[in-house]
């Protein structure tokens, strides 16, 4: 495993960082993913059932938790679910349950790059991800299996599943279940709250950016903080700030006023001077800067999900920004893993690499009639070349199966990176799978960025070595 947990896209110093915001949900508390998905997975078929008039039958449908990943995208017309690289062509595609042959995601596709500002698509790349990704395509799956099924058609079911679980957010059924069980989804986690407190003890001051409403947000709160407090009585004291219902990303760039909110038993009231320490609900950030007297490079967000809370924030606010990304733990684990099947493949590449260009040399002279070639040599090359792509094809799907069965690493489309790579590469200044891999360090640390070389720069370096 890499030493380090902290990984760089933009040189970061904490010693300039004034505040340092937290997303609540996911980031500073964490979650059981597998448990919470399932359940998000049975609240939305709930809800189909109940307000969409589905079937009754789909309520048993069973939920994988090992299906999808983040960062996918539906095709809503098509009933497709999409892996893109980072220049949003297609390199994975599955209809319903099964993946689509090369023949057919030819012809549906050929070289199509997806416009995602199109109705047409839905990105999924939320924490929800692993739900919302299975219930559809379960749902296309029982749809094609069942004409006489009578569900809608590809897109409305995709409106309906996320409706359904935007639902389940609203009327707090998620919600209540998680009170219900605390210790079945979440994590508590000591080692945090100590660096939190060692953050503090620097001059740092760090504020709670939530979109969960107050209740549920201290419910979490006393249960994950509080009791491992020690320089502080309670989570109102460690944190200057808490914003709950801050309904992101609209407090990026909306002016929607902040209520005062009574952290004893929750009730509000109109507030018109100046944030000061304290609990609040809505609120918009040019108010929250300018009251604190911040620049954006003053304070560092960190969040889990790249548009509610890394892009729109990059972009309309220009502070500093870290992202959660949990599933990262498994899939650096994984590279080591694989890490020996890489050497192999590269050195099949550099074999060939020779022999494909003797073979164009000598098919540039055969088709040009310069001079005489050697048709046996331009077979045997042709044979070699092969029986190496054969090898390498069969150590590439020996690498991928060790990532996620159905579409591989998560960071990665192939050799190129995935479109969910692109994104939080382009707007996070850097990254790490959980928030305690930050306060591990020193409130003082410099994140360098690593010099990315161009492709004429590798080149050339290869050409003096």
Sequence with gaps: MPRNKVFVNRTLNLKRIKYIGLDMDHTLIRYNTENFERLSHTKIMEKLVSRKNYPESVKKLQFDFQFALRGLVVDRKKGNLLKLNRYTAIRNS????????????????????????????????????????????????????????????????????????????????????????????????????????????????????????????????DYAVTPFLKDYKSWVDLFEIVITFAQKPKFFYDDLKFLKVNPEDGTMSNMDEKLSPGVYQSG?????????????????????????????????????????????????????????????????????????????????????????????RIDQLQDDITAIDTQISQLIKKQQALYNPNWGQLMRAGNEESYFAYQMERYACVYMSKIGDLFELSPRTYFRAPRRPLSHEVEMRSLTV
């Design 94 to 221: 599955f209809h319903g349950l099964k993946p689509l042959d090369f023949k057919t995601h030819q012809k549906v596709y050929k070289s199509t790059y997806i416009d995602l500002s199109k109705n047409d698509y839905l990105a999924i790349d939320t924490s929800f991800s692993y739900s919302l990704a299975h219930a559809y395509s379960q749902l296309v799956e029982l749809k094609d299996s069942d004409p006489q099924s009578k569900l809608p058609d590809y897109a409305q079911m995709a409106d309906d599943v996320l409706d359904a679980l935007d639902e389940a957010h609203r009327d707090g059924s998620l919600k209540e279940e998680v009170r219900k069980n605390l210790s079945h989804y979440i994590i508590k986690d000591e080692s945090v709250v100590r660096g939190l407190e060692k953050f503090r003890k620097h001059g740092k001051k760090i504020f709670v950016l939530t979109n969960s409403d107050f209740h549920y947000s201290k419910l979490l709160l």
């Design 284 to 376: 918009g950030a040019r108010k929250f800067t300018a009251d604190l007297g911040l620049d954006g490079d003053d304070i560092l967000y960190i969040g889990d999900h790249i548009y509610g809370d890394i892009l729109r924030l990059k972009k309309d606010c220009n502070w500093r920004t870290a992202m959660i990304i949990e599933e990262l733990d498994e899939e650096l684990q994984k590279n080591v893993e694989a890490e020996p099947i890489m050497n192999e493949i590269e050195s099949l590449m550099h074999q060939k690499e020779p022999l494909e260009e003797e073979l164009t040399e000598l098919m540039t002279k055969k088709i040009e009639k310069e001079s005489p070639v050697d048709e046996k």
